[in-house]
């Protein structure tokens, strides 16, 4: 098996055993069990638990990342672009229960008002990509003026509330319906023309 190979199927494992018990209870050995390896063979691959646990998440989070930039990849035009990207990033979680599970764990890996922001490069990645979607459709003409520069925060502020509301404190199958309300108020706007 590949050194990249190895590394994915560690970083599952960790997430699977991560999901199961929290960070805290986890133990190396749990998750070395849990590959079929000694606790030994392990540390040749991580150094410790918590560098494990953060790139294990590292790795949880460009994968959802991924898959939303992919979806979004699909689309021609911004307006297409922005709603599957909000669509897809949200819907993410209810597909990936291990990480899901691991975020109810330890929701400070997405706080919604961080003091330091653990997977800040991520997260700029992200509102990179709102960015890119909303300057092409101000470039196409089909969204108005707005500052690139603060309004990907804005919508990432509201992104993380949802995945917060929906997954990491769950607040019912109302929420699915607020966000579909919210998302067509974002793209819509409040205002009459």
């Known amino acids: 098996m590949r050194k990249k190979e190895r590394q994915e199927a560690i970083y599952e494992a960790a997430l699977r055993v991560f999901a ?7 133990t190396v050995e749990d998750i070395a069990r849990e590959l079929g390896m000694t606790k030994g063979n392990l540390y040749l691959y991580a150094r410790d638990k918590r560098g494990l646990y953060e790139k294990t998440v590292e790795y949880a989070l460009l994968r959802w990342q991924t898959r939303v930039r992919e979806a979004v990849a699909l689309e021609k035009d911004a307006r297409s672009m922005f709603v599957t990207m909000c669509t897809k990033a949200v819907e993410y979680l209810a597909m990936d229960e291990d990480f899901r599970r691991v975020l109810v764990h330890d ?39 707005v500052s690139p520069r603060t309004t990907p925060n804005a919508i990432f502020s509201i992104y993380k509330m949802f995945i917060i509301r929906m997954y990491i404190h769950p607040e019912g199958k109302e929420m699915r319906k607020v966000f579909e309300e919210t998302l067509d108020l974002l ?7």
């Open 20 to 26: 199961r018990y929290g960070y805290r209870k986890t």
């Open 107 to 145: 929701p400070e890996i997405f706080p919604m008002f961080p003091v330091r922001d653990p997977y800040e490069r991520i997260n700029r990645n992200s509102m990179a990509m709102i960015r890119f979607i909303l300057k092409k459709g101000m470039a196409e003409g089909d969204f108005r003026k």
């Open 187 to 193: 793209t819509r706007g409040l205002f009459r023309d």
